[in-house]
């Protein structure tokens, strides 16, 4: 069975501040993906990264980085100078390649980010 | 491009009611997922349709069934329902070529169903 555990419920800070959402995962899967997802009021999921489980190399896009670690399952991200725009909740995944797992998403429980002005 | 579009946004319906709502997805995406995602939880997947077949099925009851049409675009349908039904279904399309999700799934804004 697959889990994500997104330990931070909430979190606020102030605008300009870094902040890093946590993410730990568990599989049976050899080969799997990992995704961030932002949930704007809205509703709508908006897709941020996939990485997949042979890549542990960590990426940077604009503000946003992540940091990949296969000996720990985690999969954090890291806004650099949070803007009010961020507020949001946030959304680890995980999908696997094989079996029942496959092509489906296994969320965590979400992080709701508040960046006050 | 339109992306993924569902219908209607909200909805009310009464307990034992049943209920279809309706996903079309990204153009050039051939697989449907839905997921229910209840107040302040994260989404669950509910099933998945490539080819007009089931192809996975989360742990969901048989009161909940779906369809996939040729022009790809999909149905949810729920049976019988209850107040534990009320939630927000989401409709996630992808592109699965030769059997392997290369590509991110793109999400709709969601039916916000409210079973009274």
């Known amino acids: 069975a697959q889990k994500v555990t997104q330990a931070q419920t909430e979190i606020s800070v102030v605008e300009k501040e870094d902040v890093t959402l946590d993410c730990v995962y568990e599989t049976r899967d050899t080969t799997y993906y990992l995704f961030w997802y932002k949930q704007p009021p809205s509703g709508e999921l908006v897709f941020l990264i996939r990485?997949?489980?042979?890549?542990?190399q960590n990426e940077i896009s604009g503000r946003y980085s992540w940091n990949f670690q296969k000996s720990t399952s985690s999969f954090n991200f890291t806004i650099t100078a949070s803007q009010v725009v961020d507020s949001a909740v946030y959304f680890c995944a995980l999908s696997g390649l094989g079996g029942t797992s496959y092509g489906k998403l296994t969320f965590g429980q979400g992080t709701i980010l508040t960046v006050h002005p | 491009d339109a992306g993924v579009t569902q219908s209607p946004t909200h909805l009310i319906k009464t307990r034992g009611q049943q209920v279809t709502l309706r996903c079309s997805p990204k153009?050039?995406?051939?697989?449907v997922s839905w997921y229910q995602q209840a107040l302040g939880q994260g989404p669950q997947f509910i099933f998945q349709?490539?080819?007009?077949?089931?192809?996975q099925r989360g742990n969901f009851p048989d009161r909940f069934s779906g369809h996939q049409f040729p022009n790809y675009s999909s149905e949810l349908n729920v049976n019988a329902l209850l107040l534990g039904d009320s939630a927000l279904y989401l409709c996630?399309?992808?592109?699965?070529?030769?059997?392997?999700?290369?590509?991110?799934?793109?999400f709709g804004q969601g039916t916000r169903l409210t079973v009274v």
């Open positions: 990485r997949n489980s042979f890549d542990e």
């Open positions: 153009s050039g995406h051939d697989t």
């Open positions: 996630a399309s992808s592109f699965l070529p030769g059997g392997y999700m290369n590509t991110e799934a793109f």
């Open positions: 349709y490539y080819e007009e077949e089931e192809r």
